[in-house]
């Protein structure tokens, strides 16, 4: 059996936030975090806790390879999702099942121990708090994504009762600075978003013509 690394690992101090965990971005905690060093991507600048950000697979924070590591195994099997690094234990325990099986086969009375799944660790990351408009992370479902529509963080619709706001877009007005939009051509099949800045296409790696230029926003 391969030796745990207790140097990442889920924690009750690193939990995530519900409404960055809805698209995908989890949070662990990260040794390498804590060092003065060049620290790995996701490390959370305002965290003393060694607290790093990182994504799972099929989600639509796995677009965010330049932003974020991709989460240890102990985040899945803390949370119970699917898409993590996958868990050097298993790997071991298939191979000697294998061998067990082949021995089995030959009239070998032994076979190979299997290591139960851990159970989840913590509550959902739905009863955790939502992030403040500075932190907040907008980031689209992935059937959204798919037909071209896309969020991304506006500090005035967090805002209220503005007569000269547009809140077109605002996914929770007043709560949530998090705004949808829609590349130039999806534009026609979704009018009710305007076209995303040329940030969406720098996060998400589409092309630029998909987004205003700087100038037309």
Do not use: W
């Amino acid at each position: 059996m391969v030796a745990e690394d207790d140097s990442i690992k889920a924690s009750s101090s690193c939990a995530p936030v519900h409404v960055k965990s809805r698209h995908g971005v989890f949070r662990q905690y990260n040794k390498a975090c804590m060092g003065d060093e060049e620290r790995p991507l996701g490390c959370d600048a305002k965290s003393s806790e060694g607290c790093q950000s990182c994504f799972i697979d099929g989600s639509a924070a796995a677009t965010q390879v330049k932003s974020y590591a991709r989460c240890s195994h102990h985040v899945c099997d803390a949370y119970d999702v699917k898409g993590c690094d996958p868990n050097p234990n298993e790997r071991v325990v298939e191979e000697e099942s294998s061998s067990g099986t082949e021995k089995d086969r030959l009239g070998s009375p032994k076979r190979a121990p299997t290591v139960p799944r851990r159970q989840k660790m913590f509550a959902n990351p739905a009863s955790t708090p939502d992030a403040d408009a500075e932190t907040e992370v907008c980031l689209p479902n992935l059937e959204d994504a798919k037909r071209g529509i896309f969020q991304y963080s506006e500090r005035y619709c967090r805002t209220l009762g503005h007569t000269d706001v547009d809140y077109s877009g605002c996914i929770s007005v007043g709560k949530s600075s998090c705004r949808m939009c829609v590349t130039k051509s999806a534009r026609s099949s979704s009018a009710a978003f305007s076209v995303c800045p040329r940030a969406v296409c720098e996060h998400h790696d589409l092309l630029y013509q998909q987004c205003l230029e700087d100038e037309e926003n």
